[in-house]
């Protein structure tokens, strides 16, 4: 199978804007986003999908792969399925251009569930990890994920779910980490699909594969990266650094 890693770049991010190109120890989120997908050398083809010239320039002056969007998009999924459509690969992955500290274990793991007779059957596939800190499983900025016994998503939410009502049990939350593997066709049809009710409410783009029926299956990977959404996360990821 071919396998590309295309990076979403939005240069007007809400909470934090410009953040793509803030200075992480010498270089800027989005080059190190790249370098680090780049450097696991599981993909045929690396790039960055940007809406800027600012961005842009920052990647291809560093020796990397930039694509311009040709339109406006809701989000970061749509932005790469534009870029997709041009693309010779079996698989897509979508990282984040917020995570600096992208690792090769937990993407070789994604790959993973498209391989065998049970590889077949996935479409999407994402990431997530145990999340334990209670300010964190609280905080809206972490969006959470509950799963069926198979590790297949059954929700998506800011807010903390499961909901602890039995005091009697620990349940376990796990983080959504925005690192998504598509089949390329799946990837090109979700583009086809409008924006759904619970997907406008939470603000989270893969709860519109579930409104329309497509299993999403989660594997869980240790990442303990920094996703930097916010000027304090950017502290974080110094110190991590």
């Known amino acids: 199978m071919k396998k590309a890693a295309l990076i979403p770049a939005r240069y007007g991010a809400t909470r934090f804007p410009g953040k793509l190109l ?58 790469i399925a534009e870029a997709a459509l041009q693309l010779d690969a079996d698989i897509v992955v979508n990282v984040q251009g917020d995570e600096p500290f992208t690792k090769r274990e937990p993407l070789e793991k994604l790959l993973q569930v498209f391989e065998g007779e049970e590889g077949k059957k996935v479409q999407v596939a994402s990431l997530m990890q145990v999340l334990s800190d209670e300010e964190s499983i609280k905080d809206p900025n972490y969006v959470k994920v509950a799963v069926d016994l198979k590790f297949n998503a059954l929700f998506f939410s800011r807010s903390p779910i499961p909901y602890p009502r039995n005091k009697a049990i620990d349940p376990v939350y796990y983080e959504h980490i925005g690192v998504y593997a598509f089949r390329k066709q799946t990837l090109l049809d979700f583009t086809k699909l409008p924006v759904s009710p619970l997907e406008d409410a939470e603000k989270v783009e893969c709860l519109r594969y579930l409104e329309n029926g497509i299993p999403m299956k989660m594997v869980v990977t240790d990442y303990m990266g920094v996703e930097i959404d916010t000027p304090e996360d950017l502290e974080k990821a110094l110190k991590l650094l």
């Open 22 to 79: 803030a200075d992480l120890g010498g270089k800027s989120v989005i080059l190190r986003t790249y370098e680090a997908a780049l450097n696991t050398g599981l993909f045929d083809e690396v790039a960055v999908v940007c809406d800027s010239d600012l961005i842009y320039n920052e990647i291809v002056n560093n020796g990397g792969k930039a694509i311009m969007s040709l339109k406006e998009h809701e989000c970061g999924t749509d932005r």
